[in-house]
């Protein structure tokens, strides 16, 4: 299925009447989270009073622009429909502003409600993340092999964007799903010929550059699949790196070894990179050099962390990575 009709943009209009929020929700105006381009507003679905969410864009969100709201709608609802993110129930782009109804230019989104992020679990209560660390690894590893299977690449994997609850079979088990595909932050392997300045347009020149597949319609589902593999270690190590910057935050209230432990997905990263042949990590470090990573990772994580020379070694001794400070 291609990734230019996995949604109905005919769904999208210009400015709904009234608040623009369907009919069956009501919104408490009560603001549970906050990023640099959207809120998030808590909604009840009438009549059960059921949560749900209203992510809406902020002044100056990224996607006042038609096509980056275009675009993270498509891989929001292909990341629905896998399961990977929040079940989407409803998403429209408003075209103008309206200060009578407190409409913003941009795309929103109605969704399932999740009850906190994976990085406020580490900051307030870690031994939680300890106590269920085998189960929530398990979780988001599914989460990232499903992004990768997806033919999607996503730069902002991070704690702050996992989204968790705890399941309703009294298990007292973490749910865990990935949030925020936006348009900067994502590329798709069947439109990475078009964007010569791409990951993935990197990627798969790097794999055909072997000399190991021809151009017959099979080698390319080998080059693909090659790809994805490359990009699920790739956004694993980004998830380590975030995770680590997360946990670094929380030394002075934990004692030493409770926090390194709280990376709950460095052993995966470990486990991957390892099992990789030389040539297979030559893939990775195409993914994890490239100008785009980079330059998001230093933004975030700050330069520091984001020396081009530091090595990482409890990931891989046998490659360079940038970003990875081994502190």
């Known amino acids: 299925m291609s990734i230019k009709n996995t949604i109905d943009e005919s769904k999208f209009c210009r400015v709904r009447r009234g608040t623009g929020i369907p009919d069956e929700y009501e919104s408490t105006h009560t603001r549970v989270g906050k990023g640099a381009n959207n809120e998030v507003i808590l909604l009840l679905r009438k009549p059960d009073n059921a949560k749900y969410i209203l ?25 629905s429909e896998k399961g990977i993110c929040p079940h989407v129930v409803d998403m429209w782009y408003v075209r103008r502003s309206s200060k009578s109804t407190a409409q913003r230019r941009g795309l929103n989104m109605v969704m399932e409600h999740f009850t906190t992020s994976l990085s406020r679990l580490i900051r307030y209560e870690p031994e939680e993340v300890l106590k269920n660390a085998a189960f929530m690894q398990q979780d988001i590893l599914d989460k ?64 055909k550059d072997t000399g190991q597949f021809g151009t017959s319609e099979c080698d390319e589902e080998a080059i693909k699949a090659e790809c994805k593999r490359a990009m699920l270690a790739a956004m694993l190590i980004l998830y380590v790196s975030h995770f680590q910057s997360t946990v670094s935050h929380c030394r002075r209230s934990l004692f030493f070894p409770q926090a390194w432990a709280l990376n709950i997905m460095l052993p995966c990263a470990q486990c991957m990179l390892a099992n990789s042949s030389a ?19 230093q ?27 081994d502190h």
């Open 55 to 79: 992510r809406r864009p902020l002044k100056d969100a990224d996607t006042r622009n038609w096509e980056d709201a275009r675009m993270e709608a498509r891989y929001t609802h292909l990341a």
């Open 144 to 207: 990232l092999s499903r992004i990768a299977d997806s033919g999607l690449f996503c730069m902002d994997i991070k704690p702050d964007n996992t989204v968790v609850r705890k399941n309703d079979d009294f298990t007292d088990k973490y749910e865990c799903k990935l949030i925020d595909f936006g348009a900067d932050f994502c590329e798709h392997i069947d439109l990475s010929d078009v964007d010569a300045d791409g990951c993935l347009h990197a990627l798969k020149k790097a794999v």
């Open 279 to 297: 040539e297979q990590l030559s893939f990775v470090k195409t993914l994890v050099a490239h100008k785009k990573v980079t330059s998001l990772m």
């Open 299 to 325: 933004h975030y994580i700050g330069y520091d962390d984001c020396r081009a020379n530091d090595v990482f070694p409890a990931l891989c001794r046998r490659v360079k990575f940038p970003f990875l400070s």
